[in-house]
């Protein structure tokens, strides 16, 4: 079991920043990947970024391209999530979860290839 807690959400004004970190215990392993995903009211989960503990790719959704930055802290066990010019649309619960990929490497941006989720942190944009 993987345990994942997220922390740093808020209210904030267009325009403006959060970052939010998500800590990870339990039976971790240098080959997952952790995700950041979100979901606004009525709308499907979605992928936000992604990056593995091991470093190399960590790609983005294309809405966040430019305004977001995933990061790690292996020592801390920690994975950031940078947010710049917050816009409304970006109002949403987001979720931190992990996944052990079969390939070495590899990171999903599909919601149902994370095996581990955390709570949840609301961010909330406004205009």
């Known amino acids: 079991q993987v345990q994942l807690v997220e922390r740093g959400g808020g209210l904030v004004q267009a325009g403006g920043s959060l970052r939010l970190s998500c800590a990870a215990s339990?039976?971790?392993?240098?080959?997952?990947?952790m995700g950041w995903f979100r979901q606004a009211p009525g709308k499907d989960r979605e992928f936000v970024a992604a990056?593995?503990?091991?470093?190399?790719?960590?790609p983005y959704a294309d809405s966040v391209k430019g305004r977001f930055t995933i990061s790690r802290d292996n020592a801390k066990n920690t994975v950031y999530l940078q947010m710049n010019s917050l816009k409304p649309e970006d109002t949403a619960v987001y979720y931190c979860?992990?996944?052990?990929?079969?390939?070495?490497?590899?990171?999903?941006?599909?919601?149902?290839?994370?095996?581990?989720w955390g709570q949840g942190t609301q961010v909330t944009v406004s205009s």
């Open positions: 979860a992990s996944d052990r990929p079969r390939t070495l490497g590899f990171v999903a941006r599909d919601v149902y290839a994370y095996d581990y």
């Open positions: 339990g039976r971790t392993s240098n080959n997952d990947v």
């Open positions: 990056i593995p503990w091991r470093g190399g790719s960590t």
